[in-house]
């Protein structure tokens, strides 16, 4: 089947208000810029994004951020990004924070028909217990909190329960795919990216090159895969150009 198609608007037409979203992607690493600008330029909004973290200012989800158009976000980090910071607290995004490991494996779950599994991570602790702020009021009270999660003992070892992950749609980077929608992707780009396309209903994947792949080089195959969009080479953006402030002459 040939999944490609001609655009990134093309790839993105069918994203309504209020739709839900797995976006691939670390920091700025494996981010699919090219689908979310798309998606920026159509101007849809009252989004449920799922995703390690939120972009950073001016840059991937953020500008999706910045223009309003996420109303919540699940994901394991906040950040660097300040915007995310100033909506969350002010309340006008609900913010689900999850163990990082939780989510990858609650994004694995959905995309492999598992609804719900047991984790250790979070036992003890307002995750289980219930009580997170998932969206503040103005006046810095919390409007809505995290339920109280079930939890049972194997082993002797308490285990908090954690439902799987769908959404409607996944955006995600690759390195190389082929028309049938099989992909590799590179090194530390490979992060959240299968693990969101396995998780959405439509997934949507920008490829920098566009090849046969040999059986062995799959990471993904393309059964999770409903969109191909080839993409060439992509500036990539560097979140931190050096690690410690210059020293004074």
């Known amino acids: 089947m040939n999944k490609l198609v001609g655009s990134a608007a ?9 739709a839900s979203l797995a ?3 670390f920091g700025l690493c494996g981010v699919p810029t090219v689908l979310i600008d798309a ?49 969350y607290l002010a309340g006008e995004i609900e913010v689900e924070l999850i163990p990082q490991g939780t989510l990858a494996e609650r994004l694995r779950a959905g995309g492999c ?5 047991y984790s250790p991570a979070g036992v003890g602790t307002m995750v289980a217990d219930g009580g997170l702020p998932w969206r503040y009021n103005p006046d810095g009270s919390v409007a809505v909190a995290s339920p109280p999660r079930e939890t049972r003992v194997f082993g002797g070892r308490e285990y908090v329960l954690e439902e ?19 992909l590799h992707f590179a090194k530390s780009a490979r992060n959240f990216n299968p693990l969101c396309a396995m998780a959405g209903r439509v997934a949507i994947a920008e490829v920098e090159e566009l090849t046969d792949l040999a059986p062995e080089d799959v990471h993904l ?4 895969v409903q969109r191909v969009l080839h993409v060439g080479q992509v500036e990539k953006h560097i979140e931190k150009r050096r690690t410690r402030r210059a020293l004074d002459a």
């Open 39 to 87: 998606l920026h330029e159509r101007g849809v909004g009252d989004l449920s994004v799922v995703s390690n973290n939120c972009g950073v200012d001016g840059g991937g989800l953020g500008l999706l951020l910045a223009a309003g158009r996420i109303t919540r976000a699940t994901g394991s980090y906040i950040g660097e990004n300040k915007e995310f910071a100033r909506r």
């Open 221 to 224: 195959p393309g059964i999770f």
């Open 164 to 182: 799987s992950i769908t959404t409607d749609f996944a955006l995600v980077r690759a390195a190389k795919g082929d028309r049938h929608g099989n």
């Open 10 to 18: 093309e790839a993105v037409a069918d994203v309504f208000p209020g």
């Open 113 to 117: 028909g598992i609804p719900a599994f």
């Open 23 to 25: 976006v691939g992607g």
